[in-house]
T-cell receptor
Framework: GAVVSQHPSRVICKSGTSVKIECRSLDFQATTMFWYRQFPKQSLMLMAT?????????EQGVEKDKFLINHASLTLSTLTVTSAHPEDSSFYIC?????????????????FGPGTRLTVL | AQSVSQHNHHVILSEAASLELGCNYS??????LFWYVQYPGQHLQLLLK??????LVKGIKGFEAEFIKSKFSFNLRKPSVQWSDTAEYFCAVNPYTDKLIFGTGTRLQVFP
C-alpha cells in the first residue's frame, strides 16, 4: 500500500514552453502533498507544500508564478513549470501524506513518488 | 542556520564491512528523524524513523540508527553491508512541522 505515482517520468521540452507534472496517491487520500527538486548529486529541496482545496505554500526563494501548483482532489496534485528555461532542468519529486492520523505515530509519514526528470533545451 | 548535515558524501566499502553514516541536525526542541534510501533509478524509500522512546531504532534490511540527543545526531549503522546496499542515503528531520528537511545525502558504493 501507500503508492505514489508521477507522470510523466521523463520530459524534454523546448525553452519557453510549459510542462505539467502529475502526482497521484494511488491507494490513499492525501490532504497534503509536497513538491521537491533534486539537482544531480544533491539533496532534495522542498519547493512547496500543496494542500487540497487551498493555495500552496511556497518555500523562500521559489517563484510561485513560475511553479504553479494545483491540488484539486485528495489524490492528485499537479506542478506546472511555466515558461521553462534550461536552468529549470532538474529531477522533480512529489510526496504525499495520508489524510488522518496513522496508528501509533504523531506524524503522518510521507510517501514519495518515483520522480520526473525534466530537461529543458 | 537550521540544517541537517551528512558529513560523509561518498563512502566506498567492501562487502561484509561495517557501515556508519553520520547525521547531525541543528534544530532545537522535539524533532522526528528519518533515514531514507534511494537505490539507483528508484524512488525514495523509508529505512527507519524515530519519534520517541528507545533511541536505538531498527529498520528494514538490517539497518539501525541511534538517536543521541546531546549530540544532535542520528547515525545510521549496519554491521555487514552487501553489494545490494549500494545507494544514496538521506537523513531527514521533521522539526515538528509539516516539512521534512533533508541532508545532502551520502553515496554508498559496496564492492563484492
Amino acid at each position: 500500500g501507500a503508492v505514489v505515482s508521477q507522470h510523466p517520468s521523463r520530459v524534454i521540452c523546448k525553452s519557453g514552453t510549459s510542462v505539467k507534472i502529475e502526482c497521484r496517491s494511488l491507494d490513499f487520500q492525501a490532504t497534503t502533498m509536497f513538491w521537491y527538486r533534486q539537482f544531480p548529486k544533491q539533496s532534495l529541496m522542498l519547493m512547496a507544500t500543496s494542500n487540497e482545496g487551498s493555495k500552496a505554500t511556497y518555500e523562500q526563494g521559489v517563484e510561485k508564478d513560475k511553479f504553479l501548483i494545483n491540488h484539486a482532489s485528495l489524490t492528485l496534485s499537479t506542478l506546472t513549470v511555466t515558461s521553462a528555461h534550461p536552468e529549470d532542468s532538474s529531477f522533480y519529486i512529489c510526496s504525499a501524506r495520508p489524510s488522518g492520523p496513522q496508528t501509533g505515530t504523531p506524524y503522518n509519514e510521507q510517501f514519495f513518488g518515483p520522480g520526473t526528470r525534466l530537461t529543458v533545451l | 542556520a537550521q540544517s541537517v548535515s551528512q558529513h560523509n558524501h561518498h563512502v566506498i566499502l567492501s562487502e561484509a564491512a561495517s557501515l556508519e553514516l553520520g547525521c547531525n541536525y541543528s534544530y532545537g526542541g522535539t524533532v522526528n528523524l528519518f533515514w531514507y534510501v534511494q537505490y539507483p533509478g528508484q524512488h525514495l524509500q523509508l529505512l527507519l524513523k524515530y519519534f520517541s522512546g528507545d533511541p536505538l531504532v531498527k529498520g528494514i534490511k538490517g539497518f539501525e540508527a541511534e538517536f543521541i540527543k546531546s549530540k544532535f545526531s542520528f547515525n545510521l549503522r549496519k554491521p555487514s553491508v552487501q553489494w545490494s546496499d549500494t545507494a544514496e542515503y538521506f537523513c531527514a528531520v521533521n522539526p515538528y512541522t509539516d516539512k521534512l528537511i533533508f541532508g545532502t545525502g551520502t553515496r554508498l558504493q559496496v564492492f563484492p
